[in-house]
């Protein structure tokens, strides 16, 4: 096939890969000037073609072999007739990340950068943070920035300033246009920033010889993704002692670095949930940190809640460690100390208070009202009385929450900040639940006065699940009715947790209407008892 001068590549191999017929493919391996010049073409020259579905098919090898080779033909073809020129801005990082893996060398003093902020609205020059030895370079949001350096900091040696030119670009960046020297990115910086951010951001040339200043990234970000370029000059950093030690030097020509955003628009929902950036400026309230409310305190850190205040006096026992978030290395701690050092690590986009303390103790110099929601997860009877005297001062959404034994059945009760859980005096828990639970089923642990109910943490996720998006529903909407939702498992289950129990009448929905058993069904029921329906 004639391929315009402009087009042609040297070679092309058709190669059958190690275990051919039975495990390996027919692929097709073009020579390495084809590299980032042509589109689908891996970083060692694979062509991604579609073309042996491989030995699984049942395809006799010639087949294959002759698939891969029409495929290959049809590529060419399309290639040469300039049909595949916009195949690139398909799928830009792909590109980006081959080059960026042809010239990233060893003592280069960073190799990557994490964004913890949106996208400039226009183009300017901040100040980042080195993280050494990682050589992650942090770029966004001081408090959030921080609070990721924190989380890494037992990997820590040293923190550097880096200068960042941080600039909006509205068009991805494909082999054929993103820059590639240092005079190319200067005549960016002069065409995009104004005088002072360029003369901030500018080196002068005696520093880049003698190794001083700082190092500088330009930072160019697309709606979802971004490029980094280390330029030229930086001093030279030498960490750790002996052996270990690691001296970094400054780079003499440009060098592309990957970008990978920390934000928690992109971490919680892949930007598609606009209502994570409302999420990060809520405050919850978390009242028990045990098998229910350890992993929903998680999952609202996951989602993108941005402040959480735990409140809990227990410490992690053995006990705790079947159903509990918190593992082994916790036991002996205090449940908030170990939650707050978990989420703060893991999570840096939220603000964790732990307060070890009883709630009854906690609420005499604390008010409830400045709370976008309070969630109690005790399952205790005095909990839920002293939150309703305090809210009836001091209003709040409250969400209140608890399993059955077994999670036979689990609640989630939203009430609006004017709704009261007691009514006529009455808590009305007992009645709200799915079955009449004789004593013996909460069991009492041998040598103390702990009582606790029999279930696993594998049964207890769907009560976390129900509650965690019951929270994040009040979160995000608002209680405008007060609302109990339940998730209850079948009879059938029951059955086997349990001999002679049965499930009240509200919650038998084991039927067959469609021909096919129900084990689980999530209910909507009105509040308080007396609005319910029979």
């Given at each position: 096939m004639s391929l315009p001068p402009e087009r042609r590549i040297e070679t092309a191999e058709l190669v059958l890969t190690r275990g051919f017929p039975e495990k390996g493919k027919a692929r097709i391996r073009l020579s390495k000037e084809a590299i980032l010049a042509l589109p689908h073409v891996e970083e060692n020259g694979w062509v991604c073609l579609n073309g042996d579905p491989g030995p699984g098919y049942g395809w006799p090898p010639e087949d294959r072999i002759m698939e891969t080779l029409y495929r290959f033909q049809e590529f060419i073809w399309e290639w040469g007739q300039g049909?595949?020129?916009?195949?690139?801005?398909?799928?830009?990082?792909?590109?980006?990340?081959?080059?960026?893996?042809?010239?990233?060398?060893?003592?280069?003093?960073?190799?990557?950068?994490?964004?913890?902020?949106?996208?400039?609205?226009?183009?300017?020059?901040?100040?980042?943070?080195?993280?050494?030895?990682?050589?992650?370079?942090?770029?966004?949001?001081?408090?959030?920035?921080?609070?990721?350096?924190?989380?890494?900091?037992?990997?820590?040696?040293?923190?550097?300033?880096?200068?960042?030119?941080?600039?909006?670009?509205?068009?991805?960046?494909?082999?054929?246009?993103?820059?590639k020297t240092d005079s190319e990115l200067e005549r960016l910086l002069f065409s995009r920033l104004n005088h002072e951010d360029r003369h901030r951001f500018l080196l002068p040339e005696g520093e880049r010889r003698k190794g001083r200043g700082q190092y500088r990234v330009i930072l160019l970000r697309h709606m979802e993704h971004g490029y980094a370029f280390l330029m030229p000059g930086g001093p030279h950093i030498s960490i750790g002692s002996g052996k270990h030690r690691r001296t970094y030097k400054p780079p003499r020509s440009v060098i592309p670095l990957t970008v990978e955003r920390l934000d928690p628009s992109w971490t919680?929902?892949?930007?598609?949930?606009?209502?994570?950036?409302?999420?990060?400026?809520?405050?919850?309230?978390?009242?028990?940190?045990?098998?229910?409310?350890?992993?929903?305190?998680?999952?609202?850190?996951?989602?993108?809640?941005g402040e959480l205040t735990l409140v809990d006096d227990d410490t992690l026992e053995p006990a705790n460690l079947g159903r509990h978030l918190l593992g082994a290395n916790a036991l002996e701690q205090p449940k908030v100390e170990g939650m707050s050092n978990h989420l703060s690590r893991t999570y840096p986009a939220v603000r964790v208070k732990p307060i070890k303390q009883n709630i009854e103790d906690w609420l005499i110099d604390n008010r409830l009202d400045h709370y976008d929601l309070v969630l109690d997860l005790t399952g205790m009877e005095e909990v839920r009385r002293l939150l309703d005297r305090h809210r009836r001062r001091h209003p709040c959404p409250l969400l209140i929450a608890w399993m059955e034994p077994f999670v036979v059945a689990a609640h989630a009760c939203l009430l609006p900040k004017d709704v009261p859980w007691i009514h006529n005096g009455k808590d009305h828990l007992e009645f709200l639940q799915a079955v009449t639970w004789p004593d013996e089923v909460v069991q009492q642990e041998p040598g103390c006065s702990t009582r606790f109910q029999s279930y696993t943490a594998v049964s207890a996720a769907y009560a976390v699940a129900l509650v965690a998006e019951?929270?994040?529903?009040?979160?995000?909407?608002?209680?405008?009715?007060?609302?109990?939702?339940?998730?209850?498992?079948?009879?059938?289950?029951?059955?086997?947790?349990?001999?002679?129990?049965?499930?009240?009448?509200?919650?038998?929905?084991?039927?067959r209407g469609n021909g096919l058993p129900v084990d689980g069904t999530l209910i909507e029921r009105s509040f308080p008892p007396e609005m319910m329906d029979p």
């Amino acid at each position: 096939m004639s391929l315009p001068p402009e087009r042609r590549i040297e070679t092309a191999e058709l190669v059958l890969t190690r275990g051919f017929p039975e495990k390996g493919k027919a692929r097709i391996r073009l020579s390495k000037e084809a590299i980032l010049a042509l589109p689908h073409v891996e970083e060692n020259g694979w062509v991604c073609l579609n073309g042996d579905p491989g030995p699984g098919y049942g395809w006799p090898p010639e087949d294959r072999i002759m698939e891969t080779l029409y495929r290959f033909q049809e590529f060419i073809w399309e290639w040469g007739q300039g049909q595949l020129d916009f195949d690139f801005y398909d799928e830009p990082l792909n590109y980006w990340y081959i080059w960026v893996k042809q010239a990233v060398y060893g003592d280069i003093p960073i190799r990557k950068v994490w964004t913890t902020n949106d996208r400039p609205s226009k183009s300017c020059v901040r100040e980042g943070r080195l993280l050494l030895p990682d050589r992650i370079a942090l770029v966004g949001d001081g408090k959030l920035v921080r609070r990721l350096a924190q989380s890494r900091r037992k990997d820590i040696q040293q923190e550097v300033s880096v200068r960042i030119a941080d600039i909006p670009i509205d068009v991805p960046l494909v082999p054929s246009t993103w820059p590639k020297t240092d005079s190319e990115l200067e005549r960016l910086l002069f065409s995009r920033l104004n005088h002072e951010d360029r003369h901030r951001f500018l080196l002068p040339e005696g520093e880049r010889r003698k190794g001083r200043g700082q190092y500088r990234v330009i930072l160019l970000r697309h709606m979802e993704h971004g490029y980094a370029f280390l330029m030229p000059g930086g001093p030279h950093i030498s960490i750790g002692s002996g052996k270990h030690r690691r001296t970094y030097k400054p780079p003499r020509s440009v060098i592309p670095l990957t970008v990978e955003r920390l934000d928690p628009s992109w971490t919680v929902g892949r930007d598609q949930h606009p209502e994570v950036y409302r999420r990060q400026q809520q405050r919850v309230l978390i009242i028990g940190l045990g098998a229910l409310g350890s992993p929903v305190a998680d999952h609202l850190a996951k989602a993108g809640v941005g402040e959480l205040t735990l409140v809990d006096d227990d410490t992690l026992e053995p006990a705790n460690l079947g159903r509990h978030l918190l593992g082994a290395n916790a036991l002996e701690q205090p449940k908030v100390e170990g939650m707050s050092n978990h989420l703060s690590r893991t999570y840096p986009a939220v603000r964790v208070k732990p307060i070890k303390q009883n709630i009854e103790d906690w609420l005499i110099d604390n008010r409830l009202d400045h709370y976008d929601l309070v969630l109690d997860l005790t399952g205790m009877e005095e909990v839920r009385r002293l939150l309703d005297r305090h809210r009836r001062r001091h209003p709040c959404p409250l969400l209140i929450a608890w399993m059955e034994p077994f999670v036979v059945a689990a609640h989630a009760c939203l009430l609006p900040k004017d709704v009261p859980w007691i009514h006529n005096g009455k808590d009305h828990l007992e009645f709200l639940q799915a079955v009449t639970w004789p004593d013996e089923v909460v069991q009492q642990e041998p040598g103390c006065s702990t009582r606790f109910q029999s279930y696993t943490a594998v049964s207890a996720a769907y009560a976390v699940a129900l509650v965690a998006e019951k929270a994040l529903d009040a979160l995000d909407k608002g209680i405008k009715q007060q609302k109990v939702y339940s998730w209850t498992r079948s009879q059938t289950y029951l059955d086997k947790a349990w001999d002679h129990l049965k499930l009240r009448e509200w919650a038998q929905r084991d039927d067959r209407g469609n021909g096919l058993p129900v084990d689980g069904t999530l209910i909507e029921r009105s509040f308080p008892p007396e609005m319910m329906d029979p």
